[in-house]
């Protein structure tokens, strides 16, 4: 750590993909303090400054990584930092930021947040050493022993107080109380190759009366937690193809590669009801008990309800598709992270609207049992448990099946 600078409270960012600096917050503790006379304002920053609220303004101005003209608004989700101090632990259980930390945003994806100002203004003084832990200090500071050099600064500076009250002050600013573990699960926008899902309502226009299939994309996601830093790495689909019943069939004439006959072939229509996030990448969740067989995660927004701003989508105008609650294009509800694969009950494969099925080697109620109780073990209660959807480019809205 020679030659750089903590971060502390205050500190300038940016991003690579934004046109406009902002400034962190130092949310996660109120133990550990550097540099600054005051000593409640310059916060040592650490890896558990992540999230959607650890900017003042929580905005680099516009998005040039989503890109389109005019970019939309930058609403940044910090997932993880990189290059940290990992040395020390300080008491909210992260490492300390130094000055060429990068962050993680949940849009990008890659380490595209900097930090251009340390935050640091001024040397150290006794209340800093007042409002720090003295194993912390001596971490950082390890030919420096914390009482003589207090007890130093307290005789140059007139600020004092007893050897007892002291004593006491260091025991009451050790935090016995237990870390809570926080699993994040990120659902991220990198394919890792081709699967099958069934496509709803495609059942009329089968010649089987089976639900019919297209080859998707399924993605890598990936299940951490803050506490034992193990990762799994699981697979879900996330287009949800349903028919367009107001136009289900097109027709179109083709020439046959056998004899050259020019034929009509028939075409079904399908629409994908993807949930694709906006302005919101992190998401609270809530269990929803045995779903086809399997528990699964439903995703609710920062209020807690299951309202999500979502890029627009137009379902058919068919009055079935009311139950599935996207009358407004903009919004999608009851979206979960559920089964997926074939569902023995029925014979067909498991489709989605708006929604993320486990698939591929987490296929059928096997697969997601097992995922779910990966992060249930980790985080018994639901509001210790995070979902970061990292949004995807160039998504494919419309698709034709050969009939």
Known sequence: MAEKHIVVQGAICKCQYGQAPDTLKVLSHDKEYANDKDASKKRIATTKEIGGATLEKNTFGNCMKIGGNPPPPCKPVITEWKDFYNKVTLSN???ILLEDSKAVCAIAGTPCIEIIDHGQRTEASAQNFKNANKEIQRQIN????????FQRMELETGYGMSFQEEEK????SVDDKQEETIVTITITNISLG???IGVIGSEAYSNSGKRIQLDVDYYKVVVEDNKSKSKNIYHVTRDAPIMDTDNPITRKKIKRNL??????????????SAFEPMDEFEFKVAVVPNYHGANAFALKNSKG?????????????????DF????????????????GGALNSSGSTMGSVGCFTATNKD??????TNFFNDIRKRAPKDRLIKIVVQPRKNVKWKFQIEK
């Open 93 to 95: 259980g992260g490492n």
């Open 142 to 149: 390890p030919l420096v022993n914390p009482q003589e050099l």
């Open 169 to 172: 002050f260091w025991e009451e």
């Open 194 to 196: 081709k699967t099958k």
């Open 259 to 272: 004899d050259n006959k020019v034929i009509e072939q028939e075409y079904l229509n399908v629409i994908n």
């Open 305 to 321: 309800d299951n309202k999500l701003k979502a890029y627009p989508v137009s379902l058919p105008s068919d009055k079935s598709w």
């Open 324 to 339: 599935y609650r996207r009358k407004d294009r903009n919004y999608a509800s009851e979206v979960m992270i559920h089964i």
């Open 363 to 368: 296929a059928g109620v096997n697969g997601m």
